[in-house]
């Protein structure tokens, strides 16, 4: 079933269970949408994940410090949608706002996006900026 999808199966990555990006490698598949340059994956222990307790997991740009972008994981290593420069993550927090618990139906209706990538995590910067323009008419 498409809605049992995990997130990177409907981004075409090539990433299972068995083929996991470990702490401190870089996943050929995320590219930093700043400078172009691989993700890897690290961990923190500012903020910790509310369920287990253990270090939040993310991708940073291994260009860092020079690039400071990032994206969220999952525990497992799974990334939490798909790479967009910071600004555009801010937009994407007030699309999830201003759309309210509906937004998923307005993704698919709207943007003519498939119900298995309609999250506001798997949006692309040129759909944020269409997403932006429909809600100003």
Same mark, same amino acid.
């Given at each position: 079933?498409?809605?049992? /999808?995990?997130?990177?199966?409907?981004?075409? =990555?090539?990433?299972?269970?068995?083929?996991?990006?470990?702490? !401190?490698?870089?996943?050929?598949? /995320?590219? #930093?949408?700043? #400078?172009?340059?691989?993700?890897?994956?690290?961990?923190?222990?500012?903020?910790?994940?509310? *369920?287990?307790? *253990?270090?939040?997991?993310?991708? !940073? #740009?291994? %260009?860092?410090?020079?690039?400071?972008?990032?994206? !969220?994981?999952?525990?497992?290593?799974?990334?939490?949608?798909?790479? +967009?420069?910071?600004?555009?993550?801010?937009?994407?927090?007030? =699309?999830? +706002? *201003?759309?309210?618990?509906?937004?998923?139906?307005?993704? +698919?209706?709207? /943007?003519?996006?498939?119900?298995?990538? %309609?999250?506001? !995590?798997?949006?692309?910067? %040129?759909?944020?900026?269409? %997403?932006?323009? =429909?809600? *100003?008419?």
């Amino acid at each position: 079933m498409v809605k049992n /999808l995990q997130m990177s199966q409907v981004l075409g =990555l090539a990433f299972t269970k068995t083929q996991q990006t470990k702490l !401190g490698q870089a996943d050929s598949t /995320l590219i #930093c949408p700043s #400078c172009h340059s691989p993700m890897i994956l690290r961990q923190t222990t500012r903020i910790r994940y509310p *369920k287990s307790d *253990k270090p939040r997991l993310f991708y !940073g #740009c291994s %260009a860092w410090p020079k690039c400071t972008e990032a994206i !969220g994981a999952h525990p497992d290593g799974q990334p939490l949608g798909i790479p +967009v420069r910071k600004a555009y993550r801010t937009l994407r927090h007030t =699309l999830h +706002v *201003k759309l309210g618990e509906n937004y998923k139906q307005w993704l +698919v209706d709207n /943007l003519e996006i498939p119900k298995a990538r %309609a999250h506001i !995590g798997m949006l692309t910067e %040129a759909e944020i900026d269409k %997403a932006i323009v =429909l809600l *100003k008419e």
